[in-house]
T-cell receptor
């Protein structure tokens, strides 16, 4: 079956640092890939998505590129802010169901 | 604005009791999902529905049931609550159109004593 593996946390960075959170997927076909963000006490919100190989999703300064050759969808941001502190989930799905990674808790210190 | 709501937001119950968590969406989405979130496990799918009167088991369905009598609601029932079901529960919905983005509710924190 399909599975998603993402970088374990927690991750702690200083403000303005560069961020990478790794995500790799295993699938029999060609899933759509997503990054969701969860702020404290809230549900998950879609951060960005990509539906096919070489697509780049971007939002709020975050980017991720769908790499078919490495089956990866790593999340990056060039300069993080304190407000980016949250839990980030990578997810993938070929039909209507999604499979989620275990989540990475990110803390940004001022 | 369309939304997805869950109630209650917090619930404390005792082992062996039946508990029902509500999920209501005004997106008019065909697909609805229930997940539980636990430390170290991310989100795990409990049950899902692709339309009225359709229900399907997810990877952790034991001890849970759902019914879909209309488009807007997918209540989740714990038949006989167990301490292992202490968790945060999220409901989500999607339209069924590619690329299957899901919209999440705010969650229900359930504690089983």
């Amino acid at each position: 079956g399909n599975s998603v593996t993402q970088m374990e946390g927690p991750v702690t960075l200083s403000e303005e640092a560069f961020l990478t959170i790794n995500c790799t997927y295993t699938a029999t076909g060609y899933p759509s890939l997503f990054w969701y963000v969860q702020y404290p006490g809230e549900g998950l919100q879609l951060l960005l998505k990509a539906t096919k190989a070489d697509d780049k999703g971007s939002n709020k300064g975050f980017e991720a590129t769908y790499r078919k050759e490495t089956t990866s969808f790593h999340l990056e941001k060039g300069s993080v802010q304190v407000s980016d502190s949250a839990v980030y989930f990578c997810a993938g799905g070929e039909a209507q169901k999604l499979v989620f990674g275990q989540g990475t808790r990110l803390t940004i210190n001022p | 604005d369309a939304e997805i709501t869950q109630s209650p937001r917090h619930k404390i119950t005792e082992t062996g009791r039946q508990v029902t968590l509500a999920c209501h969406q005004t997106w008019n989405h065909n697909n609805m999902f229930w997940y539980r979130q636990d430390l170290g496990h991310g989100l795990r799918l409990i049950h899902y529905s692709y339309g009225v009167h359709d229900t399907n088991k997810g990877e952790v369905s034991d001890g849970y049931s759902v019914s879909r009598s209309n488009t807007e609601d997918l209540p989740l029932t714990l038949e006989s609550a167990a301490s292992s079901q202490t968790s945060v529960y999220f409901c989500a919905s999607s339209s069924g159109l590619a690329p299957n983005e899901q919209f999440f509710g705010p969650g229900t924190r359930l504690t089983v004593l």
